[in-house]
């Protein structure tokens, strides 16, 4: 596909790593305005902050010491397997997904450009996330069997009032055959 | 897609790349089948349709194919050197390339400086004179083939100004409501496009124009170069998504110095032995399996045909890759025999003279591109030679 997708998303796609590299948006700091721009040596003048900061520098799988920083969040998979996992405050939905090895395809790793971590918000928990941004809304366009509750798990961002969230897998990835043969469930 | 999912994929033990091989040149498809289990073609589309009007081979006129290889730095195309002299560029087709095109002859210079588009092609937009860019389609605004994503990057240009006919978008808002999501949201854009236009003071603009089809190129009084393009008028018959465009008889010729053809790629056959439909330009196949023959298979662009974004096409690639699982898992690939593999092949190469890439070469070259990047403030400048490329790759 050298003249084709890959040739053709370069300079768009390129252009958006560089202006999120450090992807800023997911940092709780930059979230909650209290960034100071530093990517290292961080001194946060709240020392709650500081320490989910800790999760932007090391990608350590050790659990959180303080109660209120764990957000318990379910990811029901395409078979209807519960998987309950522990979240971090500040980290996104894909992030939490593949730290616990759930099958959540993040094709263009969080940088708005494709659908394939579409996933479906217990409804309670979907009133308490901000708006999508126009780039989200764009992307979910893309998205087979899109319902009212769908959002893009890397947009997702875990703070604690979304604990007891539960996140569904479509059953659908974009499938298609010429000949309109169904696939089989795998 | 990103490097990184790449080269997880490239590092694990049970695979190996081989650069520098020209399939159906080099090694033919029946080699490789005899040195392998299963062989799957996923080599996409280099060719592009072309339009089949007079004046199409004139100086000016472009394939969007060779443009967009021109500002990415393939090497087969860094000779391109089109005239930006013009003020006005008429681009063919209303995809996402079609988008892609108009945006990077309008983007202003201090954007494209961070990205890694090539330098040659850097310093000629730097000194384009283009101003005004049409993207011109044969049907109506809800045919349109582009994406949203694409659509409100030009819409969000910055120091560029939308230009539509109003009258080209009668009745859309009457049906807006009806429309599924995607569709709705890509219209609703257009619409304010239309409405609001963005900044009067701008230079620069640019404008979709529908229910036109080129018919002629057409010269300048000495018949060098492209001064112009005669467009026919169209009318729609039927709706929706297979509304078709049928002729009036009338025409309009629209003044412009730059042409770019934008109305789709093509895959090429790689080897006589593989089956091709030249119609649809595609390997014939069932659900991946390539027709009258066993242990091939193809994906992607080859597979299906050229259209369909990278999510799309990723989901066609896991499913070859199922369906290859299960024939295997079938019996349908005779496993009991062995098979030699790479070093076969290797050796055939080498007794050819042809020397190959290893995944750790190329690596070599991405790490010289990131490089010379650096110190231009850009993710990487592209290497141009293959014959550089390959001294790197080999050092």
């Known amino acids: ?186 | 897609m990103s490097l990184t999912v790449f080269t997880q994929t490239a590092q694990h033990e049970r695979f190996s790349f081989h650069g520098n091989v020209n399939v159906g040149k080099d090694v033919t498809i029946d080699e490789l089948r005899q040195a392998y289990h299963a062989v799957v073609l996923s080599y996409g589309a280099e060719g592009n349709r072309s339009m089949g009007i007079p004046g199409e081979d004139l100086p000016g006129v472009f394939s969007a194919k060779d443009f967009v290889g021109w500002y990415n730095g393939l090497p087969c195309n860094k000779e391109l050197h089109p005239d930006l002299s013009c003020e006005t560029a008429v681009i063919l087709g209303q995809g996402n390339v079609a988008l892609d095109v108009a945006r990077i002859l309008l983007a202003p210079v201090e954007m494209l400086k961070e990205t890694d588009i090539t330098q040659n092609s850097l310093e000629a937009l730097a000194n384009s004179k283009v101003r005004r860019v049409l993207i011109v389609g044969r049907r109506g605004p809800l045919q349109i083939a582009c994406t949203i994503k694409e659509l409100r990057e030009m819409v969000n240009l910055p120091k560029v100004r939308a230009d539509m006919l109003p009258a080209d978008f009668k009745g859309i808002a009457e049906v807006l409501k009806d429309l599924p999501r995607p569709r709705k949201r890509l219209t609703e854009l257009m619409m304010k496009a239309v409405k609001e236009g963005g900044d009067d003071k701008a230079e620069k603009c640019w404008g979709l124009r529908f229910f036109r089809s080129p018919v002629e190129v057409l010269a300048g009084a000495d018949g060098k170069r492209a001064t112009g393009i005669r467009l026919a008028l169209n009318k729609l018959e039927g709706s929706g998504e297979s509304a078709r465009a049928e002729v009036t008889g009338q025409t309009e010729d629209v003044d412009c110095g730059l042409i770019i053809s934008s109305i789709g790629y093509k895959s090429i056959p790689i080897d006589p032995a593989v089956p091709f439909d030249p119609r649809r330009a595609i390997v014939p196949n069932e659900m991946g399996r390539v027709q009258d023959t066993a242990g091939l298979y193809c994906s992607g662009w080859v597979k299906r045909g050229p259209t369909g974004v990278i999510a799309t096409t990723m989901n066609d690639s896991f499913d070859t890759a199922r369906v290859l699982i299960q024939d295997m898992e079938d019996g349908k690939l005779d496993l009991s025999v062995n098979k030699p593999g790479a070093k076969a092949i290797t050796a055939l190469l080498q007794t050819r003279g042809v020397r190959t890439v290893l995944f750790s070469q190329w690596e070599k070259i991405n790490a010289e591109e990131e490089k010379r990047g650096r110190s231009l403030g850009k993710p990487r400048e592209k290497l141009l030679d293959v014959d550089e490329m390959l001294k790197i790759a080999w050092s």
């Open chain 1, 1 to 186: 596909m050298a003249a084709s997708a890959a040739v053709r998303s370069a300079v768009g796609l390129t252009q958006r790593f560089v202006r999120v590299s450090p992807d800023c948006s997911i940092c709780p700091l930059y979230r909650l305005n209290a960034c100071t721009g530093a990517t290292d040596g961080f001194t946060a003048p709240n020392r709650r902050l500081r320490t989910s900061i800790g999760v932007c520098q090391t990608e350590d799988s050790s659990s959180p010491e303080e109660h209120e920083r764990v957000v318990n969040v379910v990811f029901i998979d395409r078979s209807g397997q519960r998987t309950r996992v522990q979240a971090r405050v500040g980290e996104n939905a894909l992030q939490l997904a593949h730290r616990h090895g759930v099958d959540l395809e993040g094709a263009c790793e969080a940088s708005l450009a494709c659908s394939t971590c579409h996933v479906y918000v217990s409804s309670e928990h979907y009133e308490k996330l901000p708006e999508p941004e126009e780039r989200e809304d764009d992307m979910l366009d893309m998205a087979p069997m899109l319902q009212e509750n769908s959002r893009l798990g890397c947009q997702i961002i875990l703070t604690p009032e979304l604990d007891g969230m539960e996140l569904t897998l479509p059953k659908v990835t974009r499938n298609f055959y010429v000949d309109g043969h169904v696939p089989k469930p795998h």
